[in-house]
Nanobody
Framework: QVQLVESGGGLVQPGDSLSVSCAARGRLFSNYAVGWFRQAPGKQREFVAAVSWSDKTYYADSVMGRFIVSRDNAKNTATLQMFSLRFEDTAVYYC?????????????????WGQGTQVTVSS
């Protein structure tokens, strides 16, 4: 069992930067891949970024070059740094985890989910 808690969301203006973090408790965090997803009002949840146990990273096209995903296994945390934020980045952001078997982290199911943190980009 892995428990995930997100933090760091908030209200920012277009062009601003913001980081959201995910703290993990439970089984050996380093064995798990961590993904970030988001869900905007009226839309389906979508993949944003992910980081493998070996620090291989994956990004959705919509955030490539603007977001950076990272992890710190010693602290059992993962972070999503968001730059040049846009109105369309407004959503609830979730971190998720699954055992890492070397598969493409953009696809497939994640077993553990946090409660989400709101990111709002507004002028």
């Amino acid at each position: 069992q892995v428990q995930l808690v997100e933090s760091g969301g908030g209200l920012v203006q277009p062009g601003d930067s913001l980081s959201v973090s995910c703290a993990a408790r439970g089984r050996l965090f380093s064995n798990y891949a961590v993904g970030w997803f988001r869900q905007a009002p009226g839309k389906q949840r979508e993949f944003v970024a992910a980081v493998s146990w070996s620090d291989k990273t994956y990004y959705a096209d919509s955030v490539m070059g603007r977001f950076i995903v990272s992890r710190d296994n010693a602290k059992n945390t993962a972070t999503l740094q968001m730059f040049s934020l846009r109105f369309e980045d407004t959503a609830v952001y979730y971190c998720a985890a699954r055992r890492d078997y070397g598969l493409d982290l953009r696809y497939g199911d994640y077993n553990y989910w946090g409660q989400g943190t709101q990111v709002t980009v507004s002028s």
